[in-house]
């Protein structure tokens, strides 16, 4: 039986690079196989020298938004029961039409991610300044390569904000249903962080260097560098898919933040420039999240308004 693997690639600016990123194997259809080791050379020799991606050790001048095109949907085992989760199953994937990305779930109905990851988009790939329908989007659950369930969406909250990236990146999506037995992990709001706080970033990206498929992976973090009024900064190896993300302490072992821009190479040992949207500034978010899980209409609430 074949299934379809998580494979994920960045976007490609012409039908020569989308012929060439081809074979590296991106978001393909398997049968449990893996790709040689030199066939996955030769294929990224060919997108380096016609200028569909990077040499390495090259990374991006500016941070960017770690969302990742998605390319098809997967086919879910349904043998697969949920009392094979495990306790890092609270780090979810988050496909959003042709955006993936990577959540944190922090009550059993109610999951963490970056705005930008539900913002809606135009044709063209342009974010506008809105935000998509929640039954668009689907939150896979599991961290292998194949997904073991999924479950839809009833409401998507966010600042007026924070539709790229930047102060207001994040959004709470309110799931259709529990999910008992699946492990939670707990938000800090009631302090900010602090400088040299370790951090330890965990999501569902791939980078175009990477020799496996998009699998939940716990990223080389390290400790704060810069804390703003809404962000905080560190060197991190992160890769296109783990915006969303979440940014967990070291020392505490709860949520500080989200995963919103790197500066990314193709490598995902590279660690560099990483943003990270501070949870702690957006209480309100929150309180109203709780409140829509208790059954309040979106529409009864005041609008999270950005400073």
């Known amino acids: 039986m074949r299934h379809v693997a998580r494979f994920g690639d960045e976007e490609t600016k012409s039908p020569a690079c989308i012929f060439l990123s081809e074979l590296l194997g991106a978001r393909a259809v398997i049968n449990f196989q893996v790709l040689s080791l030199s066939r996955t050379w030769v294929a990224w020799g060919a997108l380096t020298l016609s200028g569909c991606a990077r040499l390495f050790g090259a990374p991006a001048a500016v941070p960017v938004p770690a969302a990742l095109p998605n390319q098809s949907a997967p086919i879910l ?3 697969m029961p949920p009392a094979l989760s495990n306790d890092d199953d609270y780090v979810v994937r988050i496909v959003v039409g042709s955006v993936t990305c990577s959540g944190a779930l922090f009550q059993d109905d109610r999951v963490l991610t970056a705005h930008h990851c539900v913002a809606a988009r135009a ?3 342009n974010v506008l300044t809105h935000d998509v329908r929640p039954e668009q989007v689907r939150v896979e659950l599991g961290g292998d390569y194949l997904p073991w369930g999924e479950v839809g969406v009833r409401a998507v909250l966010a600042p007026s904000c924070g539709f790229i990236s930047g102060d207001g990146d994040l959004a709470v999506l309110v799931l259709e249903r529990r999910l008992v037995g699946i492990a939670t992990r707990s938000v800090r709001l009631a302090a ?3 400088k040299h706080d370790p951090i330890e970033p965990i999501g569902f990206g791939r980078c175009a260097l990477s020799a496996d498929g998009v699998h939940r992976k716990h990223r080389a973090g390290g400790p704060i560098e810069l804390v703003s009024e809404g962000r905080f900064r560190l ?7 783990d915006s969303g993300g979440p940014a967990i302490s ?3 072992g709860d949520i500080l933040g989200v995963i919103s821009a790197s500066a990314m190479d193709g490598d995902e040992l590279t660690r560099d420039r990483s943003e990270f949207v501070r949870v702690d500034r957006w209480r309100s978010l929150f309180a109203n999240a709780a409140l829509v899980s ?14």
């Open 294 to 307: 208790a059954g309040t209409s979106p529409s009864e609430l005041p609008p999270i308004e950005c400073k």
């Open 250 to 252: 070291s020392e505490g």
């Open 77 to 79: 085992d349904e043998a």
């Open 123 to 125: 044709g063209n790939g």
């Open 235 to 241: 060197a991190a190896a992160i890769c296109p898919g």
């Open 192 to 194: 900010p962080p602090g």
